[in-house]
């Protein structure tokens, strides 16, 4: 390995870290400057992610769906699409394993868990099969298509455990008919649930393992499969792409597939493997999230992975923080931005902490290619 | 070129101030937990209460807001401290629930409020799991009887029937309307059920022009523009009493009604929740009245007959449910109002008249 | 692409007749009994649509301003609820002063920091050469985390601007009161359309801003600074951006509520796409989404349908999504958007 290989490294693991430090410094003014005390809002944060068995099982519960919700983002991005639509997409996903989840009484669980989870990711790739096919044949773009199926998601979704209105309406079809008023489904059966890898009260589920290996699985197929080639091609010139031969509308629609099959994925993992039913209070917030955990892995990902960790680690010790410090936990989000601000934009860290760049070759993340083609 | 260096000096000192700092704290920091709470714990027998909001603020002007000031009140008749004795956590995300319970748990509280219909599994998981812990569930109704967790419940039906009776009798053309909150939260439904039959109760030809927010649940309380928009276009419609009830949307069409041209004279408005002329002084040109629940008090009385009676009420616990007084209107609603509403207000405590909803 | 344009002209004509028509119609003749046509023409449906438009059309400009001279602006919302938040504390802050100066105190404030946040996207884009997608993201976030983090939920803010009759115009039936009863910033939203129309398509600054945008190259070369108007008309972005929030603030609600955006910058994301990045096709297409918010509440209000609100609740998104894939055929953005520009010979 020569020293410039070696530079280089350096250089890709000094600007994240500077970034992230700098963020949480600039955290502190802020919150020095409003009468907060800084040093005990970090102290409980670190207490509620990394300070007990406990936290570190929060940590690792609140990173899960992020990797999977990030991937999506980050596929999508590959192939110069911007999936605004995770969080629909994580909706559906979890709507769709419940379905599975609560019928089926009696299949033994090697059929019925895959089954399930299966159900969530055709759910999640029939919403995103949507935009990539209408971009592809109508024009219409998908930051709009995913931006609306993300609220015809969820008013979907609530309609399928609704309990019935007050105007005479039929209730939905997953409601639970022993829950009187309430609006939510049953428990899905014994036998579609995730086990655990540690049980309560640390409650960590088999679905990290997943989402772990679906960042493998993702890594091998955008950087080590002519798939991956053609999808980053068309994301960098689809121009270029279509005289190379690359069937450019494919691409996107299968793109768009997997990104909704990765998020509607997450969906089913939360919800076999944590919540064991839905109920309209569970939102898609992860899902936009996963725009920022796209962004901060700069589509990679492996830095999706460590990205996921990372926001997984500021939401746990969230609550933590403003019990212990009465910090409001809000400045969890002004410390996100930053970071993500920071690793963006690498001019801003070499030159408050006077970097040189070890070569031209590595320049600021670029993942849009604008809303042309 | 000097001014980057300044920068660059600047920034410098502060991440050398925090190192310091940090070095400092780096003992005390690997054993908080431990350091906060065993002399507590050890101590007589002493009171803590910890209240876990439902998605959204403490101070919401709405029912975070009336189960933390029935915190506050018993805490202060216990000469608790704040911060230490009692105190709340915000819930960030739905799915944080059992983790903001467990924080109280791990940190040695022994009352814990949960407000909101939505923490109801997450409390009877709780209160399962550690039978020594008191729970109040605000909003929850227990259709199994834990002897640690009382389900503190109101007939919002009937006070929202009082509202409706009310509404119909001030109405002068026959239109009146709710903006409501969702209908996937139960004692919503309860007040818009309540509220249209005892406008019916009055005047079986009233309309009623009503409506649940459109979106998903966590928005749904929260959207004061919706709020204010839905309330202008049913003034738009002739309506001229508008209820709103639904956290700050309500809140929104209820200030929509009070800067609307003839408020107060011509078109009022109906809180919720709370007596809402002290909560919502923005909205007194308009408000004559508010369906009240009782969550202030009832909490209060909850805490307190725990904390001196030892006592840890099982199952539903029903607070009081009322119009709140009429303020500034106290003259100008009629003598005959006043007295129908005493009348359907007797007759629904002594069960003769029912709101016919939830049958 | 000139022939499509024609046509849609068309379209939204005859559309706007229609309308004209159906609302005297529906609502000063017998035709009022029926109930349908009161839900799709009644004064309230129309009112509300005007209403819900607004903080679209502001949105929607503000990315016109921005995309046409090449910056990618998706940090809309997070500039709008900025605006918001400066709007309710100057309001707050001055509740003491007169009515009037301390609306328009919160106006001005609005606008400070929208273009502020504007002055941050236009820096981290073009000086820090940020990607300008990130960059829109870390203006969301940003927005949302600061504003819930200094929100002091005990202030209140008192009053709100009221509607202003336009004399003479105002007495005119069902228009009137539709169009010329409204408060201030209402009619600042529509003249704006108007004046950034003219701007962008009849004036030097429009063309030299929208070369920047096609073929940044061609305008430096006859001596346009490039990165100058960026940052320009990035700034003016944000500040109508700020203008929605304080439209939000100060003439709808009267308060501050986290979020209370509530995804409307989005939405004019897609509005000004819907509208191929033209201030009155935006506004065409804001109207269309505000008429269908007023649909789907009118038919909730008047209870004639058994159908599932929830399904009467996408009728927005679902009449979006069927117009953006339906009759708009494909758009075409500003071509040099989202790229650098560094003039010849420069580098770090």
Redesign the interface.
């Known amino acids: 390995m020569s020293l410039s290989t070696l530079r280089r490294i350096g250089y890709m693991v000094l600007i994240p870290t500077l970034a992230v430090f700098s963020a949480l410094l600039l955290g502190a003014i802020v919150m020095w400057i409003f009468g907060d005390d800084p040093l005990a809002a970090y102290r409980g944060l670190w207490t509620g992610a990394f300070g007990s068995p406990r936290a570190w099982s929060t940590t690792i519960r609140k990173m899960t769906p992020l990797i999977l919700t990030g991937l999506s983002v980050a596929v999508a991005f590959k192939a110069g699409l911007f999936n605004i639509g995770a969080s629909g997409q994580f909706l559906i996903g979890s709507v769709c394993s419940v379905a599975v989840g609560v019928n089926f009484e009696g299949l033994p669980a090697f059929v019925h868990l895959p089954l399930a989870l299966l159900a969530g990711v055709a759910g999640g790739v029939a919403w995103g099969f949507i935009p990539g096919v209408l971009k592809v044949f109508t024009g219409a773009h998908e930051v709009i298509v995913t931006i609306m199926l993300n609220y015809v998601a969820s008013l979907f979704a609530a309609w399928t455990v609704y309990a019935g209105g007050t105007q005479g309406q039929t209730p939905g079809p997953l409601w639970d008919r022993t829950a009187g008023a309430i609006s939510r489904t049953p428990e899905v059966f014994m036998s579609a649930r995730l086990p655990w890898i540690v049980p309560e009260p640390y409650r960590i589920h088999w679905g990290v393992a997943i989402a772990l290996l679906m960042a493998l699985i993702m890594w091998w197929i955008i950087f080590k499969t002519t798939l991956g080639f053609s999808t980053r091609t068309v994301g960098a010139n689809s121009k270029a792409a279509r005289y190379a031969g690359i069937n450019v509308r494919w691409i996107t629609i299968l793109t768009m597939m997997i990104a909704g099959g990765l998020a509607g994925m997450a969906g089913a993992i939360e919800t076999l493997g944590l919540n064991h039913r839905f109920a309209p209070e569970f939102t898609g917030g992860v899902g936009f999230q996963g725009i920022t955990v796209a962004l901060l892995g700069q589509t990679n990902p492996i830095g999706v992975v460590l990205a996921a960790f990372l926001l997984g680690a500021l939401e746990a010790g969230a609550a933590r923080m403003q019990f212990d410090s009465g910090v409001a936990a809000d400045i969890i989000q002004v410390i996100q931005a930053l970071v993500l601000a920071f690793v963006a934009a690498p001019l801003i860290i070499r030159q408050i902490y006077r970097i040189r760049k070890p070569s031209d070759q590595i320049e600021a993340t670029v993942v849009s290619t604008g809303w042309g083609r | 070129m000097s001014n980057k260096g300044v920068t660059v000096l600047l920034s410098m000192v502060l991440v050398l101030a925090l190192l310091l700092s940090a070095c400092t704290v780096a003992a005390p920091a690997g054993a908080p937990a431990a350091q906060t709470q065993p002399p507590a714990a050890e101590a007589a027998p002493s009171i803590k209460i910890g209240l876990v909001t439902d998605v959204g603020r403490v101070n919401d002007r709405s029912f975070n807001q009336s189960a933390w000031e029935g915190v506050v009140q018993a805490a202060q008749q216990l000469g608790l401290k704040e911060g230490e004795d009692y105190k709340y956590i915000e819930t960030q995300d739905s799915k944080d629930y059992a983790d903001n319970i467990q924080q109280f748990i791990d940190a040695g509280f022994n009352v814990i409020v949960t407000v909101g219909f939505a923490l109801g599994e997450a409390t009877i998981a709780a209160a399962k799991e550690n039978p020594d812990i008191y729970f109040i569930g605000v909003d929850q109704f227990q259709t199994e009887v834990l002897p640690n967790l009382t389900g503190l419940v109101f007939h919002e039906d009937q006070s929202g029937f009082l509202a409706g009776a009310l509404a119909a009798q001030l109405s002068k053309t026959g239109i009146i309307a709710a903006v409501l909150g969702t209908d996937l939260v139960p004692p919503v439904v309860a007040f818009k059920e309540g509220y249209e039959a005892g406008a019916r109760y009055i005047n079986p030809d009233i309309r009623i022009i009503s409506t649940y927010h459109p979106g998903e649940i966590a928005q749904a309380f929260t959207d004061p523009e919706w709020g204010a928009a839905t309330a202008k276009q049913a003034l738009d419609q002739g309506a001229d009493v508008i209820f709103g009830a639904g956290g700050i949307t309500g809140n929104g069409a209820l200030q929509e009604v009070a800067s609307a041209p003839g408020a107060g004279t011509d078109v009022f408005c109906i809180g919720v929740d709370t007596d809402q002329w002290e909560t919502l002084p923005a909205a007194r040109p308009c408000l004559v009245s508010s369906a009240m629940k009782m969550i202030t008090p009832s909490v209060t009385e909850l805490i307190l007959k725990y904390a001196n009676e030892g006592v840890m009420t099982a199952g539903n616990y029903f607070g009081g449910a009322a119009l709140a007084p009429f303020h500034d209107f106290e003259d100008k609603i009629p003598q005959e109002v006043k007295d129908k509403l005493a009348e359907i207000a007797a007759a629904l405590e002594d069960g003769s008249l029912s709101t016919g909803y939830g049958q | 692409m000139q022939r499509t344009l024609r046509v849609t002209s068309y379209i939204a004509i005859a559309l706007v007749v229609f309308f004209v028509l159906m609302a005297f119609l529906v609502n000063l003749t017998p035709l009022s009994e029926n109930t349908w046509l009161r839900v799709f023409f009644?004064?309230?449906?129309l009112?509300?649509t005007l209403?819900?438009s607004v903080p679209l059309i502001l949105g929607a400009l503000c990315g016109i301003l921005c995309?046409r001279t090449g910056i990618?602006n998706?940090g809309i919302e997070g500039m709008m609820l900025a605006g918001a938040f400066a709007a309710f504390v100057a309001k707050t802050s001055t509740n003491h002063w007169p009515l009037m100066p301390s609306l328009l105190f919160g106006v001005a404030i609005a606008l400070l920091v929208g273009g502020l946040m504007g002055l941050l996207h236009a820096i981290?884009s073009i000086r820090?050469?940020?990607?300008?997608?990130?960059?829109g993201?870390?203006?969301i976030?940003?927005a949302?985390?600061?504003s819930?983090?200094?929100f002091d939920?005990?202030a209140?803010?008192?009053?709100?601007f009221?509607a202003v009759a336009i004399p003479g115009l105002s007495q005119i039936p069902v228009l009137g009161e539709v169009l010329f009863t409204n408060p201030p910033l209402t009619y600042t939203a529509l003249i704006l359309v108007v004046v950034i129309h003219i701007g962008l398509f009849y004036t030097r600054w429009g063309l030299r801003s929208r070369a920047c945008g096609e073929h940044p190259r061609a305008a430096d070369t006859v001596g346009v600074n490039v990165n100058r108007f960026r940052y320009m008309n990035t700034v003016l972005g944000g500040m109508l951006a700020g203008l929605a929030g304080g439209f939000?603030v100060l003439e709808?609600?009267?308060?501050f509520?986290?979020?209370?955006t509530?995804?409307r910058g989005?939405?004019s994301?897609?509005a000004m796409?819907?509208g191929n990045w033209m201030p009155f096709g935006a506004m065409g297409a804001a109207l269309l989404f505000g008429y269908t918010q007023?649909l789907?509440?009118?038919l909730?209000?008047?209870?004639v349908t058994?159908?599932?609100?929830?399904?009467?609740?996408?009728i927005?998104?679902?009449v979006?999504?069927v117009a953006?894939?339906?009759f708009?055929?494909?758009?075409?953005?500003p071509?040099a958007?989202?790229?650098v520009y560094e003039t010849e010979g420069e580098s770090?």
């Not at chain 3, 009644?42 to 449906?45: I, L, R, Y």
């Not at chain 3, 820090?128 to 960059?135: A, L, N, P, T, V």
């Not at chain 3, 709808?252 to 308060?255: F, I, S, T, Y």
């Not at chain 3, 058994?306 to 996408?314: E, I, L």
């Open positions: 009644s004064v309230s449906a009112n509300f209403r819900a995309e990618i998706i981290f820090y050469r940020m990607d300008q997608i990130i960059s993201t870390v203006l976030i940003l949302g985390g600061v819930a983090y200094l939920r005990n209140v803010a008192q009053g709100k009221g939000l709808a609600v009267g308060q509520q986290e979020g209370m509530a995804g989005f939405i994301l897609a796409i819907f007023a789907q509440n009118e909730l209000l008047a209870g058994t159908v599932p609100r929830q399904f009467v609740s996408m927005p998104y679902v979006t999504i953006v894939s339906g708009v055929g494909r758009v075409r953005p071509a958007e989202g790229k770090e």
